[in-house]
C-alpha cells in the first residue's frame, strides 16, 4: 500500500504515561482534532485481548477523522483488528517477513537509523520510513541518535517517505528544515501536554514549514509584460529578409523556441542562414525592447518579494535568450529573486519537453511535489503538468481565448499577481488544489 507523504506530516505515537485521569480514547481524540494525521497506537505491556480491544476503539475513532490507524510491533495484533498498518524496528519482525504476513493492502512502516538500514527497508516493501532518535529522547531510552546529515542522507537514498521521530518538539523542530523529511512523529510534545488538541494545531503549522518549496517561473507573459513585442517579431524578421509571412506564422511560431522558430524559417521560408545568425538577428530586434522598455506584470514585485521571505527558492525557465532575460529581470529590481535564469537552449530542449523544468528542479534542489511551475502558455502548462509538477497557470492577454483550458488543467489560476497568492500558504502546501 503506497503512503501518500502527507499521512506523515503529524504523526502521533501513543503512550499511556501520561493519561492521568483521562483516556487514551480522549487523548487521541484531542490530537485528532488538533490535525494529527496519523495515529500509531503503543502498547508494551498491555494483556493482548485488552491490547485488541483498545485498538478496535482507537482505529474506530481514527476512522472517523479519516486518519490512518497503526500498531506499533504487533503484527499479529494488526492483523487481528484490520489496523491499516503496521509499524516495526530494527529489532523486531523484519520488514519482509512483515510484508508476507499482512499483504500489500496494509501500510507497512519500518524504523532506520542508517542508509543502509534504510535502502533494505525500503527493498523489502515498507511504504514509509521512521528515523531516529534526531533528539535526545526520554521515551525511548534505548533509541540511537541519528544526526541531521545522516538524516539527510537517508532521504536522499530512497525514495518513500521518511518521518523523523525522537526529542521533536515546538523548541527544536526549525532545526529539521529542509533534511528532505516528509513528516515528524511526536510522543510527549503530544500526549504530555495539557492542552493537546491546541498544541497539536501549533505543531502542524510549524511542520508544514519543514520543506524546503521551490518555484519556477515562465518570463515572457508571466513575470514580463512582453508577449506584445512576440506577436509581429516572427512577420518584422522576415520583412527585413524580403520576404512575406504567411497568414499561419503566428500560430505557427506560438509554441516554439528561438531556435525551434529559426529551423522553421529555414525550411519554410528557405532562409539559407545559420540558426545561430537567425537567432543573433532575431535578439538585435528584440534587444532594446528588453533592455530599456519591458516592464514586470501588474504585483510581480511585492509577489516575489512575498515568497522570499518565505524562504521560496526560485528560478527562471526561458525561451528567451538569456542575457535579455537577466537585463530585463535586473532592470526591473527582481534579478537577484532568482537562483538561475535558465534557458532552453541551455538544455537543448523547448517546453514541448519537461527538460528545462527537470533541470530547475535540479537547482533548486527541491521536490517535485514541493515546487510550482508558473506559466501562461498552455502548451508549457501541459508539459509541466504531465511530467508530474503542480502547475500555476497565469493569465495573459495574448493567451485570453486559452484561459479556459488553462483553468481547468492547472492547479492553481492567477488572474493577477495583485491578487492574494495562497499558493504557498500552509493550509495549501500539503493540499494542492485551490
Known sequence: MKCEKRTLLLYAVTDRSWVGDKTLRWQVEEALK????????????????????????????????????????????????????????????QAGEVRRRIG?????????????????AEKNGADYLGVGAVFATSTKADAQEVTLDTLREICRAVSIPVCAIGGI??????????????????????????SIQKDCR??????????????????????????????TLGADYLRTKGLSPRKDLEEQLKNRSLHQAASYFQSAYG???????????INGMIASFY???????????????????????????TATDKN?????????????????????????????????????????????????VFEDALYAVRTAKKDGFLVAAVYDPSAADEEENLRKLSDYYIRSFDERITIFDEKNTYDCRL
Not at 527544536?172 to 510527549?188: F, Y
Not at 532562409?271 to 538577428?281: A, L
Not at 516575489?304 to 525557465?317: G, H, N, Q, S, Y
Request: aromatic share 4%; with cysteine.
Open 34 to 93: 488538533g490535525g494529527v494525521t496519523c495515529v500509531q497506537l503503543r502498547e508494551k505491556d498491555m494483556p493482548e485481548e485488552d491490547f485488541l480491544k483498545e485498538a478496535e476503539e482507537i482505529k474506530v475513532l481514527c476512522r472517523s477523522y479519516g486518519v490512518p490507524f497503526l500498531i506499533n510491533d504487533n503484527v499479529t495484533l494488526a492483523v487481528r483488528c484490520k489496523a491499516d498498518g503496521i509499524h516495526v524496528g530494527q529489532r523486531d519482525m
Open 104 to 120: 500489500d493492502a496494509m501500510l507497512l512502516g519500518v524504523s532506520a537509523q542508517t542508509v543502509e538500514q534504510a535502502v533494505e
Open 169 to 194: 518538539h515546538k523548541g527544536n523542530m526549525h532545526e529539521l528544515r529542509n533534511t528532505g523529511i516528509d513528516g515528524v512523529a511526536l510522543v510527549s510534545a503530544v500526549f504530555a501536554s495539557p
Open 202 to 231: 501549533e505543531l502542524l503549522g510549524l511542520a508544514k514549514t519543514l520543506k524546503q518549496r521551490g518555484a519556477v517561473f515562465d518570463a515572457d507573459g508571466t513575470l514580463l509584460d512582453s508577449m506584445s513585442v512576440w506577436d
Open 271 to 281: 532562409i539559407t542562414d545559420s540558426q545561430e545568425t537567425i537567432i543573433e538577428d
Open 291 to 317: 533592455c530599456s522598455k519591458v516592464q514586470l506584470k501588474k504585483g510581480v514585485k511585492d509577489m516575489l518579494e512575498m515568497l522570499r521571505k518565505e524562504d521560496i527558492k526560485m528560478c527562471v525557465a
Open 324 to 372: 535579455l532575460i537577466e537585463e530585463a529581470l535586473r532592470r526591473n529590481g527582481i534579478l537577484d529573486c532568482f537562483e538561475e535564469v535558465l534557458t532552453c537552449a541551455e538544455v537543448g530542449a523547448g517546453k514541448d519537453e519537461p527538460a528545462i523544468f527537470r533541470e530547475a528542479l535540479r537547482i533548486l534542489g527541491t521536490a517535485k511535489e514541493d515546487t510550482v
